[in-house]
DNA sequence: ACAGTGACTACAT
DNA sequence: AATGTAGCCACTG
């Protein structure tokens, strides 16, 4: 077993372009349902570790941009989602429930 | 070393 | 339906 956190990155980079997922289904999909918050934590730390990776696709179980603002600029976790073609109005991802990919399914 | 905090969620009041 | 509490654990002051 890997540590949490690479297990974080290494579903997070599986997300397929276009798609989206959750901190939550993360976490249940490593096996600590409760552990959502780490799913958080690996994000903002994947900064230094991981640049590359797309954490724009990961958001709240309510499809909302949590983390925009942890993003180098306001706008950038939109832009970048936008540019996926997922359409982003107030801070909330349209059609989340189906642009939502699931990692309990794909593992 | 200790306490506060946070890109969350589920459950209880 | 709306708030409050609990659980997770690494990072920061």
Avoid at 78 to 106: A, H, M
Wanted: charged letters at 20%; hydrophobic letters at 40%.
């Amino acid at each position: 077993m890997k540590d949490f956190y690479s297990k974080v990155y290494e579903i997070v980079e599986l997300i397929p372009y276009g798609r989206v997922t959750t901190y939550g289904a993360i976490a249940e999909a490593l096996g600590a349902r409760k552990s959502s918050r780490l799913v958080g934590i690996a994000m903002n730390l994947s900064h230094e570790l991981v640049p590359n990776l797309p954490a724009h696709r990961v958001v709240n179980r309510n499809g909302v941009l949590t983390g925009k603002h942890h993003f180098i600029g306001a706008n950038t976790m939109e832009n970048l989602l936008s540019n996926e073609g997922i359409e982003i109005v107030d801070d909330v991802i349209k059609n989340f429930k189906l642009l939502f990919w699931n990692p309990r399914e794909e593992l």
